[in-house]
Every structure is written in structure tokens, then in C-alpha cells.
């Protein structure tokens, strides 16, 4: 099993450049969601889904899109990229109603903008 | 507004003693919580959990600890190795809503040899 699969683990931006941060399971988890870590600050909840159609917003959504098409992926997308959103970003899926089973995490995005 | 603290952000231990890592959380419906190790370059995993209805969970080194008065848990490993050396965060989530896990600022555990 591959696992969540984020794609790219590096990206660097311009100001004002718009992008899409890829991020694929395969364990058929009903909820996903997108973390950024910062220095200091642990982990934040940008957004997060729990099916095919639904999204909602976490703690820090502003910049930032989301669309659940299919079970399998959810991408995060930046509109206009700002210095502000340089962070590592976080996919995690989990199976919905498991609460004990936790969440199985991608390696990250590293993304700066320039 | 931190509703999950973690207010030591590094902690040195020798190898074989016991690492304790501290959480603190302000949101009383907060009933589920995990621990999650991470290292450098990769995602963090899961390593263990515990209900508000109890007040201890173990796993072989690893102890989790909760006091609801206190609103404060716990991560005990005994004994401490070196490949215990990374970043330990802990996050909260109430269960009657949707599952969402609201996590610390982690604190970062080098165990030396």
C-alpha cells in the first residue's frame, strides 16, 4: 500500500503564481484533510472533507481551495500565492467513525514563495 | 487562541531514563486524544491514544497519561533509545463533532546515547 501520496515535496512560487498541491490515498478513507506546520505554531487545519463532495473549512482556510471529486484524491489549491502560505503542508486520511485509528499522514509539501 | 499546548518546545534525556512529554488543552468537550512522532522530512504517525474515559493507555515503552481536572496528559516512554529522537505532538478532538484533531506545538525529544 502506498499510503497518501503528496506531490510535489518541493515547489517554489512567485508571488501571485497559482498552483495545485497534490495529494492521493489509496486505503478507501472517507476523511481527508490539509495540515501546514509552521515554527511554532504545530500543525493547523486548512481544510477538510469527509466524502466525495464535501469540504469544509479548518482553522486557517483563507487562501486556499479544495474540491473532493473522488474518494481517493484531495487537492489543495493556492489562487493568487502569498510569502505568508511558505510552509510545509500536510495530507491526512482517515477512516470515517474510527476515532481510535488516528491519521495516516503524507511526507509533506515543502512549498515557499518567493 | 491555543486551545492544545505543549509548552516545552525541546527536552534532553539520556538513553534508558524516561522521557516525559506534557500537553494541556482549554476545551473541556475535548474527549479523544493522540500522540504523533515525527521526524525530519517525513509526515508525523500516529503512535498512541487515549478516551477521556479513562486515564491511562499503554503500549509496550510508551504511556499515555490524561487528568481531565487538570486538563493535562501525557506522554511517558521507558526506557528511552536514541530512534526516539524526534518531534512529539500531541492534538485533541471532540468525537461528537466531526473528528477534526486540533494539535500542539509539538516539543522536540533528543535522547542521547
Known amino acids: 500500500n502506498a499510503g497518501v501520496t503528496q506531490t510535489p515535496k518541493f515547489q517554489v512560487l512567485k508571488t501571485g503564481q497559482s498552483m495545485t498541491l497534490q495529494c492521493a490515498q489509496d486505503?478507501?478513507?472517507?476523511?481527508m484533510s490539509w495540515y501546514r506546520q509552521d515554527p511554532g505554531m504545530g500543525l493547523r487545519l486548512i481544510h477538510y472533507?469527509?466524502?466525495?463532495?464535501?469540504?469544509d473549512q479548518g482553522e486557517v482556510p483563507n487562501g486556499y481551495n479544495v474540491s473532493r471529486s473522488t474518494t481517493e484524491d484531495f487537492p489543495l489549491r493556492l489562487l493568487s500565492a502569498a510569502p505568508s502560505q511558505t510552509s510545509v503542508y500536510f495530507c491526512?486520511?482517515?477512516?470515517?467513525?474510527?476515532?481510535?485509528?488516528?491519521?495516516?499522514f503524507g511526507s509533506g509539501t515543502r512549498l515557499t514563495v518567493v | 487562541d491555543q486551545q492544545v499546548k505543549q509548552n516545552s518546545p525541546s527536552l534532553s534525556v539520556q538513553e534508558g531514563r524516561i522521557s516525559i512529554l506534557n500537553c494541556d488543552y482549554t476545551?473541556?468537550?475535548?474527549?479523544?486524544f493522540l500522540w504523533y512522532k515525527k521526524y525530519p522530512a517525513e509526515g508525523p504517525t500516529f503512535l498512541i491514544s487515549?478516551?477521556?474515559?479513562?486515564d491511562k493507555n499503554e503500549d509496550g515503552r510508551f504511556t499515555v497519561f490524561l487528568n481531565k481536572s487538570a486538563k493535562h496528559l501525557s506522554l511517558h516512554i521507558v526506557p528511552s533509545q536514541p530512534g526516539d529522537s524526534a518531534v512529539y505532538f500531541c492534538?485533541?478532538?471532540?468525537?461528537?463533532?466531526?473528528?477534526?484533531?486540533?494539535f500542539g506545538t509539538g516539543t522536540r525529544l533528543k535522547v542521547l546515547a
Open positions: 487515549i478516551s477521556s474515559i479513562k
Open positions: 476545551n473541556s468537550m475535548f474527549d479523544y
Open positions: 491526512a486520511s482517515s477512516p470515517w467513525g474510527i476515532v481510535n485509528y488516528g491519521y495516516t
Open positions: 486505503m478507501n478513507h472517507e476523511y
Open positions: 492534538a485533541a478532538s471532540h468525537t461528537s463533532g466531526t473528528y477534526k484533531y486540533i
Open positions: 472533507s469527509v466524502g466525495a463532495g464535501i469540504t
